[in-house]
Structure formats: C-alpha cells, structure tokens
C-alpha cells in the first residue's frame, strides 16, 4: 500500500512527507518498505521531493508575510519548522 509518510533517510530523503509503499498497522505506518528504484525512477522521486519542499517553503512564505511571523524556517535535516516572531 502505497501512503504519504515522513521519510528519515529511506531513498536517501528526509526532511519530507511522500507517498512510498509502507506496512500499515491499527497504529498507523509500521514500516516503509523501500523498493529496488531504476535511475529514471530515483531521479523521478528525488524531483517529486523537492517539489514538495519548495512547495512548502513557498506556503511558508506566504503564511509569513500574512501573519507577521518573521521567520518559520523549514529545518530539513530534523523534518520540521521553526519559528521566530517578529519583533
């Protein structure tokens, strides 16, 4: 089964939620199952990340300036964001 779920190194990405295939428990992802990639499907999902995380950085751009917040910053080596309120 295919599901989006925050990757810690698995295909050499972190830092971003994807859709890989996992093994899913009444807990929720129980494990991510990393498959054999070609190099068209590797570049493929290395494009489809980054296209998240700019994706995200452009919303937080946009809930910055809307907001006031001067600077939630994502922190792709820990997978997450960080405030800091303008002044």
């Given at each position: 089964?295919?599901?989006?779920t925050p990757?810690?190194g698995e295909?050499?990405?972190?830092g971003?939620?994807?859709g890989?295939?996992?093994r899913?428990?009444?807990?929720?992802?129980?494990?991510?199952?990393?498959?054999?990639?070609?190099?068209n499907?590797?570049?493929?999902l290395?494009?489809?990340?980054?296209?998240?995380k700019?994706?995200?950085?452009q919303?937080?751009a946009?809930?910055?300036?809307?907001?006031?917040?001067a600077?939630?910053k994502?922190?792709?080596?820990?997978?997450?964001?960080n405030?800091?309120?303008?002044?």
């Amino acid at each position: 089964l295919n599901c989006s779920t925050p990757l810690v190194g698995e295909y050499g990405l972190s830092g971003v939620s994807i859709g890989v295939p996992v093994r899913l428990n009444k807990d929720g992802v129980r494990q991510i199952i990393e498959i054999e990639l070609d190099q068209n499907e590797r570049v493929a999902l290395e494009a489809s990340a980054a296209a998240v995380k700019e994706g995200i950085v452009q919303a937080w751009a946009l809930i910055n300036s809307a907001s006031g917040y001067a600077g939630a910053k994502h922190n792709s080596t820990k997978g997450g964001f960080n405030d800091e309120k303008k002044k």
